[in-house]
């Protein structure tokens, strides 16, 4: 198979998978913590495509995490492979943490992405920002996208994948508060581990990087 037919193969895949959409909507969003890992491949195939990528402190993350596992102790999670994995709260973060894993996974592509000279297709988004000034940033996403921006109510969400989330055995990972604001908590991850994961990520050093940055700097 030569590199013409691979790439007619993977356009038609996602010509197959969008095909029952109605023209009236010409674009889609597919979330994917992978795609900052298949810039080349993706900008190849779609060269108007663009990716947004909402970033947030790695400790920040690990705790919620930690904040799921321990809220439905019997659940024999998919996150993690065995006993050892699973057995502290320490390994559990580290399993995390390793680049082929939930987390590190994603730190890594993203890494890549904003390195690449693909990045400029991608739009870096600050967490504690958006929850601080959803009004202000939105707006802005929709201008990195090419696209006419329109109200939302960010008082109302609705979003929950149930089932996914409790074939992963780690129910409530993927479902959204209503209101978009900050939510200011203690960290229930012990000391150490918290501060080996809050150290300045490298998201901040963007003197390197191609892609778009809507961030507040610490």
Not at 33 to 61: E, G, H, K, M, Y
């Amino acid at each position: 198979m030569n590199i013409a037919q691979r790439r007619r193969l993977r356009h038609g895949l996602f010509e197959a998978y969008y095909a029952d959409l109605p023209p009236e909507k010409s674009v889609v969003f597919d979330t994917n913590r992978s795609w900052t890992a298949r810039l080349p491949a993706l900008l190849d195939l779609f060269p108007q495509a663009r990716v947004i990528a909402c970033v947030r402190n790695v400790a920040w993350v690990m705790d919620s995490i930690e904040r799921l596992y321990r809220k439905h102790p019997y659940e024999n999670t998919a996150l993690f492979g065995n006993d050892a994995e699973r057995s502290t709260v320490f390994t559990r973060t580290e399993t995390l943490a390793q680049r082929n894993r939930l987390v590190g996974l994603a730190y890594s592509g993203l890494k890549e992405a904003c390195y690449s000279k693909e990045g400029r297709a991608m739009l870096v988004v600050d967490y504690d920002l958006l929850v601080q000034r959803p009004a202000h940033v939105i707006p802005l996403i929709y201008q990195f996208l090419g696209e006419e921006a329109y109200p939302h109510d960010y008082d109302n969400l609705d979003f929950d994948t149930p089932d996914y989330d409790e074939g992963l055995g780690l129910v409530d990972l993927h479902k959204v508060r209503k209101k978009v604001s900050p939510e200011p908590r203690e960290t229930i991850l012990p000391p150490d581990l918290f501060e080996q994961y809050a150290k300045p990520s490298f998201r901040y050093n963007t003197a390197s990087s191609r892609c778009n940055v809507l961030m507040v700097r610490p």
